[in-house]
């Protein structure tokens, strides 16, 4: 069984160019999610079809649909002009085998034109086993599975009903068909070397107190990683109706610490990503490549790609050692901060427009993502949930509560008081967020007394 533990080498190398799989990569390395699957196979309480799978992409806007001979055009365009891309990914809007054509037919474009890249895929697994030799004739190294559940009497709550080769399968037999598939495809590919990553999402009240075990017999099947998620409502979607709620962060944190100290390796930086999504994690880049701008032949550098991403590498490498060393040398009290951010790993969102803060500790030598913090995932997906400000703040500070200071590129005087009489300290910064988070750490209790920030 491939664990955690005994990766080889060229997994270890696979992992450390994969944003997603590796927290360091994802200050440096770009993905690219091509939308080519609509169709969905299953349905989710959580879920409207009118918008992309929230399994792996977030609802809110529909991506357009591209034919494989649009994404290979697109993929191409976008590796001759983004350097740092190494993962191309097919996640949505619906589930991937659920359009196995297109899929399929997209990532041998892709391998063809762009070699270079990872493969990554992202599915509700209930098709999964049947596929497994496409898999790894197309050399996809990375699968992402979303199991919310491994018990039916759970995922009944979750699975209204699912649909295969031509039978629709309703209540406790859909969520047992699904999962039993979801587990034997995981077994599958981990036995055969693939780097399984599972995503599970959060719900209150139907599954929080079930994702140890999911996570324990994951861990036991082979997956490299566990991702877990807060619960985004679609409009319109059945636990819209129910009234169902997102987990507050503090309870997200606190099942991330109980899967870690359980021995998974648990992803911290996920940023719910679109299906069409481009760029590092957390920026959205699709708008900079729209398809018809891009050339029918595009120049792809093979060598000046090369030679990028070995920098981008030796950066990962001094930072990695650098983390060490500063870990060896720290002991002291923690400090946790928050920071509004565009991506880019750095301080460069304005407080007014954030939707998400990245949340970290620090004992002022060393710096630890602890996770993200959207503050959509308080509006369930309405849109006039902003129409209010003053609740909208009071919001962000109750999401806030733990953090000592607030990092951002800048801040109206409204939100800086209130922050400030919670116990928030906010100090407008720019640039590295490293750099900003130590900084600001040192000299916070300077400006705690003056009651003022910088900028
Ligand atoms: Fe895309 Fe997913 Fe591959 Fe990453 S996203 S298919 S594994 S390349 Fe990453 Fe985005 Fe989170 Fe997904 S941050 S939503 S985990
Ligand atoms: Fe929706 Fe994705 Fe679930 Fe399909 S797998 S129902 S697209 S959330």
Redesign the pocket.
């Known amino acids: 069984m491939m664990q955690p533990s005994c990766l080889s080498s060229e997994a270890e190398e696979e992992i450390s160019r994969?944003?997603?799989?590796s927290e360091e990569a994802?200050r440096f390395y770009a993905?690219m999610?091509i939308p080519v699957a609509p169709a969905c196979n299953i349905q989710c309480n959580y879920c409207n079809r009118k918008f992309d799978c929230v399994n792996?992409?977030r609802p809110g806007v529909v991506s357009e649909v591209l034919t494989p001979e649009q994404a290979e055009r697109k993929v191409r365009g976008v590796a001759s002009q983004l350097m740092q891309l190494s993962?191309v990914?097919?996640?949505g809007p619906g589930d991937p085998l659920a359009n196995p054509e297109q899929t399929f037919d997209t990532f041998a474009r892709v391998r063809k034109h762009v070699p270079d890249v990872s493969l990554?895929?992202?599915t509700n697994g209930l098709t999964l086993y049947r596929h497994v030799d496409e898999i790894m004739e197309l050399g996809i190294r990375?699968v992402?599975i979303t199991i919310n559940a491994i018990d039916p009497e759970v995922g009944q709550a979750i699975y209204p009903w699912v649909f295969d080769e031509g039978v629709r399968y309703e209540g406790r037999e859909a969520a047992e068909l699904l999962i039993s598939r979801q587990l034997l495809g995981l077994e599958l590919l981990a036995k055969l070397g693939i780097l399984v990553?599972v995503?599970s999402i959060m719900i209150p009240g139907v599954n929080d107190h079930h994702l140890a075990a999911v996570s324990a017999r994951v861990k036991e099947l082979g997956a490299t990683l566990h991702?877990v998620?807060p619960l985004i409502i679609a409009p319109g979607s059945q636990y819209e109706a129910d009234g169902r709620k997102a987990p507050r962060p503090k309870e997200l944190l606190n099942l991330q610490e109980q899967l870690g100290r359980g021995g998974m390796k648990v992803?911290r930086?996920?940023?719910?990503?679109r299906a069409d999504?481009i760029g590092l994690?957390g920026q959205d880049r699709n708008p900079d490549f729209p398809l018809e701008a891009m050339e029918a032949e595009p120049v792809i550098n093979e060598e000046a790609r090369a030679m990028f991403q070995r920098e981008l590498d030796t950066k990962i490498r001094e930072r990695v050692l650098a983390k060490q060393a500063r870990r060896i040398q720290a002991g002291g009290q923690k400090t946790r901060v928050a920071v509004a951010t565009r991506g880019g790993d750095k301080v460069n969102q304005h407080f007014g427009h954030a939707t998400e803060f990245l949340v970290y500790d620090t004992d002022g030598t060393d710096v630890q993502l602890l996770g993200v913090r959207k503050i959509q995932a308080y509006c369930h997906g309405k849109a006039d949930c902003n129409g209010d400000k003053a609740t909208t703040l009071q919001e962000i500070i109750s999401i806030l509560s733990d953090c000592r200071i607030l990092l951002c590129s800048g801040i109206g005087e409204a939100p800086r008081a209130s922050l400030n009489t919670n116990g928030v300290l906010p100090l407008v910064r720019k640039g590295g967020i490293q750099e900003a988070i130590l900084e600001s750490v040192k000299y916070s209790s300077y400006f705690e007394k003056l009651n003022i920030s910088k900028g």
Do not use: I
């Not at 994969?18 to 799989?21: E, F, I, L, N, T």
């Not at 930086?269 to 990503?273: K, L, P, V």
């Open positions: 994969h944003p997603c799989y994802h993905r999610h792996e992409s993962v990914g097919v996640a990554c895929l992202s990375h992402t990553k995503n991702n998620t992803m930086h996920c940023r719910q990503c999504a994690l």
